[in-house]
């Protein structure tokens, strides 16, 4: 059986808090797109984490934590958290890379960096982490997989290869230092020692898995708007955050992903440039902003103030959509007791026209947030167990959102902790 954890948002929805929590009942948990830009904050008995690349199921003794083909692997990063993390007193976490993975090359991270120096004002607001450039590599052909480290013949060909492309653009566009192709094939080296013992043929291991009736988890990163397809075009990131992607980004058949949890915050966030109809500022934005998430909507990569909006009834149904949601995780619901009155973002006025469907890029940035205001409910709801004890009022939020979004909300978060959920419906 395997499952899906996915973000309906711009990502930040507390995808790591659920996967941790869902974990528990998991033999493997399998990150298959993304890289080290984004991060999930992760609180659990062992203490408080950001995890960046490690899958969220790193915390239990039971589960396999693997880095599926999908990803972007940042080889020195992967081994810097799993160190970190075993310092921090959890057991040495049981991870396996996909041999099929590609490899964020140092040169990644430093085109990046040119390439946001270049574009100065009109920068993509990118991490810097190198994923784009890893991305273009990937589907240029000029990507390393790990397989390949085991090659040296083909390695030492590639290096010469990649290293005459890179040195062009160097030279003449950015006029940065040139790379050394020995300089190249000695990182390349690094990476084969590192990664050696973790290697494996992931498609074959999950089918087997499948066989043997094992529980997977697929963890995604970052949310439906990001999505390089279906979300906000080009302030997306580069590669695909939808659930459907989970079955080419491990490599399972499409059909095994039966449960498809799709996380939606109870308010929006982002880090990041891009369209964001319901977003709020000033004093407003700030109250938000600090009571937000746990200790604060701030990057758990950048540390960048998050930014806020309230709840966007149009983006999360179209989020939900997309990621082909089964059910719907709402998180950090907590956070919203202290207001009196709760905006919810319900259509978009576009050339005086209102709509609730989501539109492309050039029409949502002349979008117009519609609201509807929802009484609060003035009360701190941690700690409650059952939905029948939330507040009125509470209950009426989630119920309203529920409605407007059209998918079953089946799981409230009510705190950053394992403990802290409602379960709804037949759980
Ligand atoms: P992810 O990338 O989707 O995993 O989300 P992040 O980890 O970046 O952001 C979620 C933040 O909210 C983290 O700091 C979590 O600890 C925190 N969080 C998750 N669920 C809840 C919740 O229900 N209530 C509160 N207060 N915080 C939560």
């Known amino acids: 059986m395997v499952k899906a954890v996915v973000g309906a948002n711009w990502g930040d929805e507390g995808k790591g808090k659920i996967t941790d929590m869902l974990a528990e009942n998991a033999d493997i948990v399998i990150r298959f797109q993304g890289g080290a830009n984004a991060g999930h904050t992760i609180k659990n008995h062992y203490g408080k984490f950001s995890l960046h690349t490690l899958p969220s199921g790193v915390f239990?003794?039971?589960t396999t934590s693997i880095i599926g083909n999908g990803v972007a692997l940042d080889i020195k990063k992967l081994f810097q958290e799993?160190?970190?993390?075993?310092?921090?007193g959890v057991p040495q976490p049981k991870i396996l890379v996909s041999d099929r993975a590609q490899v964020v090359m140092s040169y990644h991270v430093l085109f990046d960096q040119y390439e946001e120096e270049r574009l100065g004002k009109k920068s993509f607001g990118s991490t810097k982490s190198g994923i784009a450039p890893f991305y273009s590599d990937k589907y240029a052909k000029n990507g390393f997989q790990v397989s390949d480290l085991f090659d040296e013949e083909l390695l030492e060909e590639k290096v010469q290869r990649i290293c005459e492309i890179k040195n062009v653009m160097l030279e003449h566009l950015y006029h940065k230092p040139l790379l050394n192709p020995a300089d190249i094939l000695a990182e390349l080296h690094e990476y084969r020692e590192?990664?050696?013992p973790y290697t494996a043929d992931i498609s074959a291991y999950l089918h087997q898995a499948l066989l043997d009736g094992r529980t997977i988890l697929l963890e995604g990163q970052l949310g439906t708007l990001r999505d390089p397809?279906?979300?906000i075009y080009p302030m997306v990131t580069s590669s695909s955050t939808l659930?459907?992607?989970?079955?080419?980004g491990a490599g399972l058949p499409p059909y095994e992903i039966k449960q498809i949890i799709t996380v939606c915050k109870a308010y929006s966030s982002a880090v990041g440039a891009g369209e964001f109809v319901s977003e709020i500022f000033g004093d407003e934005a700030e109250e938000l902003r600090k009571r937000g998430g746990d200790g604060g909507e701030y990057g758990a990569t950048t540390g960048r103030p998050r930014r806020v909006g309230w709840f966007d009834c149009v983006a999360s149904r179209y989020g939900c959509m997309l990621q082909g949601a089964t059910e719907v995780a709402f998180t950090v619901l907590d956070v919203l007791g202290y207001l009196d009155e709760i905006p919810v973002c319900v259509g978009y006025e576009i050339d005086g026209d209102v709509t609730t469907k989501f539109p492309t890029t050039a029409r949502l940035k002349k979008a117009k947030p519609v609201y509807k205001v929802l009484p609060g409910w003035k009360c701190d709801i941690t700690g409650i167990r059952t939905y029948e004890e939330l507040p009125e009022n509470c209950r009426s939020y989630i119920e309203f959102v529920e409605k407007q979004i059209g998918y079953p909300i089946t799981m409230i978060s009510n705190g950053p902790g394992r403990a802290d959920i409602i379960y709804?419906?037949?759980h």
């Open 424 to 426: 709804r419906g037949q």
């Open 60 to 62: 239990y003794d039971h």
């Open 82 to 88: 799993m160190k970190s993390v075993v310092d921090q």
């Open 243 to 248: 659930a459907a992607y989970g079955a080419i």
């Open 194 to 196: 590192l990664v050696e």
């Open 229 to 231: 397809d279906h979300g």
